[in-house]
């Protein structure tokens, strides 16, 4: 049975399980119309991004799919930089075996200081220990960024492609 990791630490990072009280930080992190360039949408207001948090920290409503949502926090700021969040699934054969696809955003003024990479590797790491055995990520082509984080948690580009998205995988 998966359990979801609380509080993960990395050297320069807390990853600190979601609470909608992280909304009003949160927003102001997230607060750029450029963080939504690959993904659409917009930046919510702290009222809406309450909301939505309630609702992933309420959880999944399949029973077969567990979320794992996680703020980042940088130590040495005592601030809040972005999140990293998983939707983790046994393969259903009663093994206990599982998959994760993985997610990661920071905030436009923390970017290219290595913390999508710092706090994706612990979130992978912490995973790895709790029983999760294959990690997936969806990556827009044109995200340089994003796809750089994929390869560092060890996952690699297939020829699949979801909603203008490739498919990344661990082996």
Same mark, same amino acid.
């Given at each position: 049975?998966?359990?979801? *990791?609380? %509080? ?13 009280? @992280? ?9 750029? *119309?450029?963080?939504?360039?690959? %993904? ?17 920290? !309420? ?5 077969? $799919?567990? /979320? =794992?949502? /996680? ?5 040495? !700021? ?6 990293? $969040? =998983? ?8 093994? &206990? ?22 706090? =994706? ?15 997936? =990520?969806?990556? @827009? ?10 390869? !560092?948690?060890?996952? !690699? *580009?297939? &020829? @699949?492609? $979801?909603?203008?998205?490739?498919? /990344?995988?661990?082996?």
């Amino acid at each position: 049975m998966f359990t979801v *990791p609380g %509080t993960v630490r990395t050297p320069r990072l807390t990853l600190l399980p979601l609470e909608a009280a @992280h909304a009003e930080e949160m927003a102001e992190v997230l607060d750029d *119309p450029a963080l939504h360039a690959f %993904t659409g949408g917009r930046p919510l207001r702290p009222d809406e991004l309450r909301s939505r948090y309630e609702r992933l920290v !309420a959880g999944s409503p399949d029973p077969g $799919q567990i /979320w =794992a949502n /996680w703020v980042v926090r940088l130590d040495a !700021a005592d601030r809040l930089t972005g999140t990293v $969040q =998983a939707t983790v699934t046994t393969h259903g054969n009663g093994d &206990g075996r599982c998959t994760a696809e993985i997610a990661w955003v920071v905030g436009t003024g923390w970017q290219r200081r290595g913390i999508a990479t710092e706090a =994706a590797r612990g979130m992978v790491a912490a995973l790895t220990a709790a029983g999760v055995e294959r990690f997936v =990520a969806h990556v @827009h082509p044109g995200h340089r960024a994003s796809a750089a984080v994929a390869a !560092a948690v060890g996952l !690699a *580009p297939t &020829g @699949h492609v $979801q909603d203008g998205e490739v498919r /990344w995988e661990s082996g």
